[in-house]
């Protein structure tokens, strides 16, 4: 499952591979609240076809329309602006006062665009920060750090492309099928870590690395950092335990694990009898997700994705519902 971004960058080689021109709408900058994050994409096809979003559907209209009227008529990127009076705002479905900045670049057969090379270092795994000059539409590649952020500098539009957390799965069964395929579509640079040889085979995801190691080696190996995620799934403790043992003294931002409240609560005593103190175990997610009442292994890849993106975008705890403190609400009531 490729992230919404990454079908942009895709369509848009597929296009210019057909002698078709497009061009490739990036969010800038936004004021207010935006349906879209800044990086967000969008590309238009010179016939009027259209992939991604940058706002949630109106300035998209109005984006389509000019193509389609005019066509493709710039030959530099360029910046523009919606919604910077009350009238605009109202028109484009912003908030009132609400402005959301756009680069808009056109890309040809003919223009040295960079997005095939482009594609192939995201084929990788890697993170790469595209640079376009915006006086020339020059365009050039480079490794990108974790910490970059999306900006405009010196007349240079800097993007980034490519997966910016990571999250290690412990266990190949079904619900870790369907969690990595969902944190895959979500920029996640996802591995998946089961030493058992009944388990790994058939697993294949693509974009998904499997790998044949000891839980617990994988994670002191993975140097976790805060945009980094582990989640055990096997329902073994000598599996699970060890993971999470060395996951919980890390920087990772999100440490969870699969199981019944008894089980958890077994696990907890089990974490104790090692080097784990109170502040680290209670970092521990478990059981596991945000209570949505699942029951089948795609239901609960989404309650722990859920979860897990919550923590990441640092959303309060009085606004969520972990399927922990669910089912103590239930047995008290």
């Not at 969690?179 to 920029?187: N, S, T």
């Not at 058939?202 to 080696?217: C, E, N, R, Y």
């Not at 996951?247 to 694990?257: C, I, Q, R, T």
């Amino acid at each position: 499952m490729d992230s919404i971004d990454l079908d942009v960058l895709k369509t848009c080689a597929a296009w210019l591979d057909g002698g078709q021109r497009c061009q490739l709408v990036t969010v800038i900058k936004t004021w207010g609240s935006s349906p879209r994050p800044v990086g967000a994409t969008l590309a238009i096809c010179e016939d009027g076809q259209v992939v991604g979003s940058v706002s949630g559907g109106c300035i998209e209209d109005d984006l389509i329309a000019r193509v389609r009227d005019n066509g493709i008529e710039i030959t530099l990127p360029d910046i523009i602006s919606y919604g910077i009076s009350a009238d605009e705002a109202h028109r484009f479905g912003l908030p009132c006062g609400g402005t959301i900045e756009l680069a808009i670049e056109p890309l040809s057969s003919a223009s040295a665009s960079g997005i095939k090379d482009l594609l192939a270092r995201l084929g990788q795994g890697e993170l790469v920060e595209r640079s376009v000059t915006l006086a020339t539409g020059a365009v050039t590649l480079a490794t990108a750090q974790a910490t970059a952020i999306q900006r405009v500098e010196d007349g240079v539009l800097h993007t980034l492309h490519g997966p910016r957390w990571r999250l290690y799965i412990i266990g190949a069964g079904p619900l870790s099928r369907f969690l990595a395929q969902i944190a895959a579509g979500m920029d996640y640079r996802v591995t998946v870590c089961d030493p058992r040889e009944e388990y790994r085979s058939g697993f294949h995801i693509p974009g998904v690395t499997l790998v044949h190691a000891m839980p617990d080696d994988l994670v002191i190996d993975a140097r976790l950092d805060a945009r980094s995620a582990v989640v055990a799934l096997t329902h073994d403790p000598k599996l699970d335990d060890l993971a999470l043992m060395e996951a919980l003294k890390s920087d990772a931002f999100y440490v969870g694990a699969i199981g019944s409240r008894a089980n958890n609560a077994k696990r907890r005593e089990r974490l104790k009898l090692f080097d784990i103190t109170d502040a680290e175990l209670a970092r521990l997610h478990g059981p596991i997700g945000l209570y949505i009442g699942s029951k089948t292994p795609a239901e609960i890849a989404v309650s722990i994705m859920a979860e897990m993106t919550a923590v990441k975008n640092a959303v309060p705890q009085t606004l969520i519902m972990p399927h922990a403190a669910a089912l103590t609400l239930a047995s008290a009531a």
